[in-house]
């Protein structure tokens, strides 16, 4: 399965506020879109090289009923694989243009909360035309630094990398503890505790 870059700069961390699967507004068709809440004015950037197909721009409000949730200035990417990603809720203003050929980490737009959104967030979704051009999304992936990459879970902060694991050496009054084996403490004050990092 391919990866995808994430759709921000990847030294930030958004809470998934909708993730895959889930109920609300992700159901049958788009069960896979992934809901990234950020403030608006973030950069959205291309999460795979492509072509723009589309691009809905000038709406300005929010919070609208559902039956206007066209009213989202959004941005499709078509990829070589005939799959396509959607960028939606984005900031009036987008900067890309229908055909132009964008490339992973180009600048799609600013985050926003257009049309049908009640919170300030990046709605990213990769879908594929099925049967009788039947449009669904499928899974996605994004890179962290491991082989298979990352799907992140609802309300939990996305770990673009692998989480950092270091050795460490305890002491308690000059000796070293065992892992696993209980410390013995004698009727005084608490031992002093010393913490070497072994390695990082």
């Known amino acids: 399965q391919r990866l995808y870059r994430l759709p921000f700069d990847r030294r930030a961390h958004w809470i998934v506020s909708q993730g895959v699967a889930t109920e609300n507004s ?4 788009n069960e896979f879109a992934i809901d990234f809440a950020m403030p608006e ?6 999460a795979r090289t492509g072509t ?18 066209v009213e989202a200035n959004q941005v499709v990417v078509l990829h070589p694989d005939g799959s396509f990603a959607s960028y939606v809720h984005l900031r009036p203003g987008i900067a890309v243009r229908e055909g132009q050929r964008v490339k992973a980490g180009d600048l799609v737009g600013l985050s ?7 919170i300030p967030h990046l709605h990213f979704e990769v879908s594929v035309r099925g049967e ?3 449009v669904r999304s499928v899974p996605v992936r994004f890179r962290n630094g491991q082989p298979g990459g990352y799907l992140p879970s609802p309300w939990t902060l996305y770990e673009n990398r692998p989480r950092p694991k270091v050795a460490l050496r305890v002491y308690a009054d000059g000796g070293p503890l065992v892992s696993g084996q209980a410390l013995e403490l004698a009727s005084r004050p608490p031992p002093y505790l010393r913490v070497e990092v072994l390695s990082a």
Do not use: I, M, N, W
């Open 26 to 29: 992700h159901g049958p068709g």
């Open 112 to 118: 926003g909360r257009t049309g049908f959104s009640q």
């Open 132 to 134: 009788g051009a039947k």
């Open 41 to 46: 004015g973030t950069r959205v950037l291309v």
């Open 52 to 69: 723009v197909v589309r691009v809905v721009d000038g709406f300005t409000e929010c919070c609208l009923p559902r039956e206007r949730a």
